[in-house]
C-alpha cells in the first residue's frame, strides 16, 4: 500500500475515480470519521429527546436503542459504494437513478449537511459560551455568541478545505478526547442521575406512550441515517480489494459506538429534568442551558474541551461532503473552491438562523424531515447493488461530471424513470404520514393513532415500488455486468455510446 500524504497536504480530488495507489484509508480510518463525526453535543441534544418526549429513562433508553441498532443496520451497505468506485454516493447514484438523476443525492447530502453543520455550530457554540461563562466569567451576549460561532464555524471550514486526510486526523483525536470526556461526565454526574426517572406517562397504556416511544426512536434514527449520503466521501480512499464485511462493519460499530453520546444526553436530560424542569420544556427547550445549570463547576472546562473537539468533528464531517458534492454538480468549481463556497453560505445561515429568523427551535424539524427523504433513497441504492451484484462501470457513473452523453447508465435521457419513480413516491408518502409530537404532523400523520410510520412506511415502498418496477419494465442487459441481475429481469436493448456532450449536440 502507498504512503499516505501529509495532512498539511491540501486534498487534489474532487469526485472523480481515486486512483488504486491513493487509496491508503482502513475501515478503521472510517469508523474514526464516522463515529468521531457524532460522538459530539449534537449528539447529545438528540438523546435528550426521549426524556422531552415524556417517557422514563428505560422507556427512552429502549427507543434510543431501537433507533440507533436500526439505523446502523441501515446504514452499513452504504459503505460500500466508496470501495467499489472510488468516488462519492451521490455519484455512484448514477447507476441507479441516471447520470442526472444522481442530483438527488447531491441536494439530499446538501441540505443535510447544512442542517447538521448549524446544529453542530449552534449547539457547540452555545455550550462554549455558557461553560466559559460559568467558568471564567465571559460575557454572555449576542457578540459573544457571534464571535464563538464565527471563529468555529472558521476552523471547521479551514479543516475542510485541506481535506480527508485533515479531517482523518481530526477525528483521531476526536473519538479518544470526546469520548474520554463523556466518561468522566459520568463521575461528574454520578450523584444526581437516578436511573428510576419516571417520565410523565403513568403506563405504556397511555394513547401518547406509543406515539412518542416511535417519534423518540425516529429522532434517534436519523442521526445514522444522516450519514447515508456522506459515508462515500469517506470510504472511497479505502483499497477496492477489501472485504466488504469489514467496511460495513466497521460503519455499523461506528454507530454503535454513538449509544456513549446518547446515553450521556438521555441520563443528563433526566437530571435536567428533574432538578431543572424549565429547561426542558417541550415548547422551548435548551438542553445545553439545562446541562450547565446541573453540572458541578468542575466540570465546565470538559464542556467546553466536549464542545471544542467534538463540534470540530461533526462540523468537518458535513461540510466536507457538501463541498464535494457541491464541485461535482457544478464542474466549474474546484472540491477546494466549492467548499469556500458552501461553507460561507452555511456560515450566513447560522448566523441568520441564530440571530434574525430564530430558526434554531425548527431546525430539528427541517433534519427529521430531510431525514425522511433519504432513507428511500439509501434503500433504492441498497437494492440497486444486490440487484447489479455489486458490478459498476466506473466510466459510465463519470459522464455527468465530464459533461458528456450516453453509456451504460444514460437510460432516459439520463434519468432512469425507475428509481426517480421509487423515491419519489416513497418519500411523499413519507412526509405526509410524519407524525413528530410537538413539531410537525402530516395530513395523514394521525391515521396511524397519532404513531409516526412515515420511515417504516417509506422504506417499504420504496423497496417494493423499486423492484416492482425493475421487474415490470426491465433494464438493459448491459447495466448488470458480466454475471447478469439478480432477483429482476434484464432488457437485450443497447446502451448509447459515450460521447462528448459538445459532439453530441452537433450530430443532432
Known sequence: ???????????????????????????????????????????????????????SFWQGLAATLLGLVVGALLLAPLSVFGPT??????????????????????????LTAIAFFSISVWSSGDALVGGANRLAGLPDTDLTYAVAYGVFAALVLTVCVYGFRFMLFINKIAVAAASALFVLGVIAF???????????????????????????????????????????????YIPAS?????????????????????????????????????????????????LLAVAPTWYFLPVCLIALIGGMSTGTTSLYGTGLDFSSVFTRFSRVQATVFIGT????????????????????????????????WMV??????????????????????????????????????????????????????TNIPGQFVGPFGELAGGVDISLPLGLALAAILYLGLLSAFPEPRAVYGPAGPRLVRAADRPVPPIVDAGRALAEA
Open 190 to 236: 454520578a450523584g444526581d442521575f437516578d436511573p428510576s426517572y419516571p417520565g410523565t406517562f403513568a403506563s405504556t397504556a397511555d394513547p401518547m406512550f406509543w406515539p412518542s416511544f416511535i417519534g423518540a426512536a425516529l429522532i434517534v434514527l436519523s442521526n445514522p441515517v444522516s450519514f447515508g449520503a456522506f459515508l462515500g466521501d469517506w470510504s472511497r
Open 1 to 55: 500500500m502507498a504512503e499516505a500524504p501529509s495532512i498539511t497536504e491540501i486534498e487534489t480530488y474532487g469526485v472523480e475515480r481515486i486512483a488504486d495507489a491513493d487509496r491508503t484509508a482502513r475501515p478503521l480510518d472510517l469508523f474514526r470519521v464516522a463515529f468521531g463525526g457524532a460522538n459530539t453535543f449534537a449528539t447529545c441534544v438528540l438523546g435528550a429527546f426521549p426524556i422531552l418526549f415524556g417517557l
Open 380 to 433: 433504492i441504492m441498497i437494492l440497486g447493488y444486490v440487484t447489479r451484484r455489486g458490478w459498476y462501470d466506473p466510466d459510465a457513473l463519470q459522464v455527468f461530471n465530464r459533461r458528456q452523453t450516453g453509456g451504460r447508465y444514460w437510460f432516459t435521457h439520463g434519468w432512469n424513470w425507475r428509481g426517480m419513480t421509487a423515491w419519489l413516491g416513497s418519500a411523499l408518502a413519507a412526509v405526509l404520514f
Open 345 to 376: 453560505l452555511s456560515i450566513v445561515f447560522i448566523f441568520i438562523g441564530r440571530f434574525a429568523a430564530n430558526l434554531t427551535a425548527s431546525i430539528s424539524t427541517f433534519a427529521t424531515l430531510i431525514i425522511t427523504c433519504t432513507a428511500p
Open 85 to 110: 468506485n472510488g468516488t462519492n454516493n451521490a455519484v455512484s447514484s448514477s447507476a441507479h437513478l441516471g447520470v442526472h438523476g444522481r442530483v438527488v443525492g447531491s441536494f439530499l447530502s446538501l
Open 242 to 290: 477489501t472485504p466488504r464485511k469489514r467496511v460495513m462493519t466497521a460503519a455499523f460499530l461506528s454507530q454503535i459506538a454513538t449509544l456513549l453520546p446518547f446515553f450521556f444526553g438521555l441520563s443528563t436530560a433526566s437530571i435536567i429534568a428533574t432538578k431543572a424542569a424549565p429547561y426542558m420544556d417541550p415548547a422551548a427547550p435548551n438542553y445545553v442551558g439545562g
